[in-house]
């Protein structure tokens, strides 16, 4: 279990990088969709906004000093997303 920030950015990482090189098997290297990029930036901030949105108790201006963005920024995201794929209080 990690026990600094660190650690946990590592730990983070490798997480991701398992799931990408199972993904990218499971295909056996042909016929991978195109757009892996997207998919996965989309996956990640969809997570990342809900945490961090919850963790603000729906605050839209707390959450996105938190991220280190503009709120707007933030707001025109989430609706790029779709507002149904993000859950918060």
Same mark, same amino acid.
């Given at each position: 279990m990690? &026990? +600094?920030i #660190?650690?946990?950015?590592?730990? @983070?990482s490798?997480m991701i #990088?398992k799931h %990408?090189?199972?993904? /990218?098997a499971?295909?056996? *290297?042909?016929?991978?969709?195109s &757009?892996l990029?997207?998919?996965? $930036?989309?996956?990640v #901030?969809?997570s $990342? @906004? !809900? +945490? +961090?949105?919850?963790?603000?108790k &729906?605050n839209? /201006?707390?959450?996105?000093q938190?991220l &280190?963005i !503009?709120?707007? +920024? %933030?707001?025109r995201k989430?609706a790029?997303l *779709? #507002?149904k794929?993000?859950?918060?209080?």
């Amino acid at each position: 279990m990690p &026990g +600094t920030i #660190e650690d946990l950015e590592v730990s @983070f990482s490798k997480m991701i #990088e398992k799931h %990408l090189e199972k993904y /990218l098997a499971l295909h056996k *290297g042909s016929n991978i969709p195109s &757009g892996l990029y997207y998919r996965v $930036l989309a996956e990640v #901030e969809r997570s $990342l @906004f !809900n +945490t +961090t949105l919850a963790h603000a108790k &729906g605050n839209h /201006l707390k959450a996105a000093q938190i991220l &280190g963005i !503009n709120r707007n +920024t %933030l707001r025109r995201k989430i609706a790029n997303l *779709g #507002e149904k794929n993000i859950r918060y209080p």
